[in-house]
Nanobody, 117 residues
């Protein structure tokens, strides 16, 4: 059974940092494009960033310069380092794996990030 589990969420003050992890099991991530998404209450899920098999990353303007995605295929793990967090970053964060024809094959269950003073 293929599974992806996020962890590392929590509550942090504005300007703070968090590091999210996404660990895969039942499969090897080395051949996958991986990504992070987030969904705030009453809003649509939106992309936070993508990391290709070779390590190339892409970010939307909303997080560029503040968030960094990395991966370690040997550990079957992807990370999202989030710095300079803002209240608008409050959301449930999801990892996604195996992008094919514009569709992600696997999703994690999500981890809550709350940025508040």
């Amino acid at each position: 059974q293929v599974q992806f589990v996020e962890s590392g969420g929590g509550s942090v003050q504005p300007g703070g940092s968090l590091r999210l992890s996404c660990v895969g099991s039942g499969t090897q991530i080395e051949s996958y494009t991986m990504g992070w998404y987030r969904q705030a209450p009453e809003k649509q899920r939106e992309p936070v960033g993508t990391i290709m098999k070779g390590g190339t990353t892409f970010y939307p303007n909303s997080v560029k310069g503040r968030f960094t995605i990395s991966r370690d295929n040997a550990k079957n793990t992807m990370w999202l380092q989030m710095n300079s967090l803002k209240p608008d970053d409050t959301a449930v964060y999801y990892c996604a794996a195996d992008l094919s024809s514009g569709t992600w094959r696997y999703w994690g269950q999500g981890t809550q990030v709350t940025v508040s003073s």
